[in-house]
């Protein structure tokens, strides 16, 4: 059972990147999906969610109208669309899956970095 996180990189300000996350092991279509990252020297802060039929997605207020998170429950995966990157949005960046009924995120994937450059 395992998530796998990538896409991650060095983007300029204002840049793009698509960030993927992969499912085996087990079916994420009863999976909500979460997006976090961590920053350096930060905690871990919640970015994206999308429910498991994909109708619903919340957003941090700091990425709104910036990143859109998606999935494709065909291909067992979700994306994170993110555009007009700040140096703000440096930091690794994770997948989490929340089986329905369940609270809290049982698997994450181990990361991304993403690099933003001034």
């Known amino acids: 059972v395992q998530l796998q996180a990538s896409g991650g990189g060095l983007v300029q300000t204002g840049g793009s990147l698509r960030l993927s996350c992969a499912a085996s092991?087990?079916?994420?279509?009863?999976?909500?999906i979460g997006w976090f990252r961590q920053a350096p020297g930060k905690e871990r802060e919640f970015v994206s969610s999308i429910n498991q039929i994909g109708e619903r997605a919340d957003y941090a207020d700091s990425v709104k109208d910036r990143f859109t998170i998606s999935r494709d429950n065909t291909k067992n995966a979700a994306y994170l669309q993110m555009l007009s990157l700040k140096p703000e949005d440096t930091a690794v960046y994770y997948c989490?899956?929340?089986?329905?009924?369940?609270?809290?995120?049982?698997?994450w994937g181990q990361g991304t970095l993403v690099t933003v450059s001034s």
């Open positions: 989490a899956a929340q089986r329905i009924g369940i609270n809290g995120y049982g698997y």
């Open positions: 092991g087990f079916t994420l279509v009863n999976y909500a």
